[in-house]
């Protein structure tokens, strides 16, 4: 699925489900919330910037907040819609809609963030894009990335969904950073990879 049309089959979902977990494709608000323990796993984030690129909705930064207090948060998404109800519900929050790839942030964060971002197929060379997307989310972090992918682990796999070796994601990560660690331990049908610049993480809450 092509950017234009990714953002496009989003706004199509807005139409029909509003803000709603529903238009963000996931199964329901409790998957969502573990989801975004998961990610939020990789360290203790209090006083950290972070960047969520694929935010949708920008739902991650009351998690956030709630869960480690103080967070410089900036949130991006590809799809004008999504930002533009990110910032109607949490107005106080930072929001912009941007393409990584065509024009990353100027600044550094010290953790990025990304969620579903890789999930769906964009053509015959999607794992050159998977790759670039990694390494261009890793390039804007000084402490830490994480980013999740549908596991091959399944027992079925729709056609527009690409599913990840976790294998092959370790390596791909490892090419990156010597230190990543692979959480493939929750109930979804996915996992999450943990990629940081040095070794030794602050603690987690």
Excluded at 24 to 34: H, N, R
Aim: charged share 25%.
């Amino acid at each position: 699925m092509k950017t234009k049309d990714l953002y496009k089959h989003y706004e199509e979902r807005f139409k029909e489900h509003g803000y709603s977990y529903k238009t963000l494709g996931w199964g329901s608000v409790e998957t969502q919330i573990l989801r975004f323990k998961v990610l939020a796993d990789i360290a203790n984030l209090a006083d950290k910037s972070i960047c969520d690129i694929g935010c949708g909705f920008g739902d991650f930064y009351p998690y956030l907040k709630n869960r480690f207090g103080n967070v410089d948060y900036y949130g991006i998404d590809i799809c004008p819609t999504l930002i533009g109800e990110a910032k109607k519900q949490f107005p106080e929050g930072s929001f912009e809609v941007r393409n990584i790839l065509e024009n990353p942030p100027e600044r550094k964060f010290d953790y990025v963030l990304a969620s579903g971002v890789l999930n769906f197929k964009t053509g015959p060379n999607h794992l050159e894009y998977l790759e670039n997307m990694v390494k261009t989310m890793f390039n804007l972090c000084t402490e830490g990335l994480v980013v999740n992918f549908l596991s091959k682990y399944v027992d079925y796999e729709m056609d527009k969904d690409f599913h990840y070796s976790p294998e092959e994601a370790v390596k791909m990560a490892m090419k990156l950073s010597r230190w990543v660690t692979l959480c493939h331990n929750y109930p979804l049908y996915e996992f999450t990879l943990y990629i940081y610049r040095n070794p030794n993480p602050p603690k987690r809450p």
